[in-house]
């Protein structure tokens, strides 16, 4: 009966590997999310003419600080 018990447990956790693996990556999409809108709010409409005229994470494009990729 144990070896019954531990075959079915690694059936079980073999298949919610896959599940544990989406969720972390919905998570971790989600703050991505979440952390560049609360950046767009605190920074709007930051204008530059060089680089160094923005925050630090930030370029300047076409006039505007926009985030480094």
Not at 14 to 40: M, Q
Not at 60 to 68: N, S
């Given at each position: 009966?144990?070896?019954?018990r ?30 560049t809108?609360?950046f ?30």
């Amino acid at each position: 009966m144990k070896g019954f018990r531990n075959v079915f447990m690694a059936l079980i956790l073999g298949c919610l590997a896959p599940l544990l693996v989406l969720a972390g990556a919905a998570v971790a999409l989600y703050r991505w999310i979440k952390v560049t809108k609360l950046f767009k709010k605190a920074l709007p409409d930051l204008s530059c003419s060089i680089d160094t005229d923005c925050p630090p994470g930030y370029v300047c494009m076409d006039g505007r600080c926009v985030p480094q990729v």
